[in-house]
C-alpha cells in the first residue's frame, strides 16, 4: 500500500497524536499530546492525565492561542479523537471544537502511522530528547519541563525542509497569521451547524469502504486504491471521492445539535 496513489493535496494542517500511557514514580499514569504544523514544524507538547478529549481539547485551544487556527487536523483513528463507540453518529468534544472553528478533521487510514509521518517524526524526538533524559516528580513537575522543551524546539531546531530555519523563524515570516482569539466556555456544549469530516480509506478486494461503524459498498474500479470520503453534515450526504472525480454520494446522517 506504501506505493499506491496516496491523496497529499490539503493545505494548511496540523498534525497530532498522542503518546503513552506513560508512568511516574508510584504508578501514576499520563499520556504525551503532542501537535505540529505540517510546514512549518511549529510544535506543542501537552502532558495529560488521560486520553479522553476533555483532556485534550484545552490543549488543542491552547495550540491555537499561541500559534493559530489550521485548516485541516491530520489524526489518526482515536476513539478519544473521533467521539464514540456507542454513539458513532454524533460529533465529539474534539470534533465540535474543530468544525466550530472551520476546521475540517482528516482521518488517516486505520493501521497506517507513516500517513501522520511529522507528527510520528517528532514523537520520536520528544521521546529521546525529553522523555527518555529526564525524571519527573509530578505531572506538574513534567508540564512545566514540557513548556521548557516546546519553547527550546520551537526556537532553536532546524529543519532541512526549510532552508534550516527554526519554527520560530518561519512563524515570523507569516504574513497573515489566524491565531484563536476568542473564549470558549467548555462547560457549555458547542453547538455545530455545518462542516466536514474527511477519511482517507484503501479500499480491499471486497469493495467495502469502513468508516463511524458502517460500511458502503463502493465500485470495482476503486479496488486497492485511496478514496477520500467526506461526510457533509449539513447536507447529511457522504461524498466519494478519487482525486477530483466523484464516484458516490452516500446518505449519511449525523446528530449536530
Known sequence: MKDIEYPKYFLNVQQMDLIGPRYLKRGFRFYLYNIIDAEKHFAGVYPIPDKTAESIVPCVIDFWRNYQIPDFLQIDNELSFRGSNRHPGSLGLLMRIALSHGVRPVFIPPAEPWRNGIIEKFNDNVQKYFYNV?????????QNRAKVFTLFHNENHRY????????????????????????????????VEEGRLLFIRFIRSDLKLHLLNESFIVKPLLKYSYVVAEIILEQYVLVVRQNTVIHHIFPFYMALP
Do not use: A, G, V
Not at 529526564?134 to 513534567?142: A, G, P, R, W, Y
Open 134 to 142: 529526564q525524571t519527573f516528580t509530578s505531572l506538574e513537575d513534567l
Open 160 to 191: 532541512s525542509s526549510q532552508s534550516h530555519k527554526t519554527p520560530n523563524q518561519m512563524l515570523r515570516e507569516i504574513i497573515c497569521k489566524f491565531p484563536l482569539m476568542k473564549d470558549i466556555d467548555l462547560t457549555q456544549k458547542i453547538l
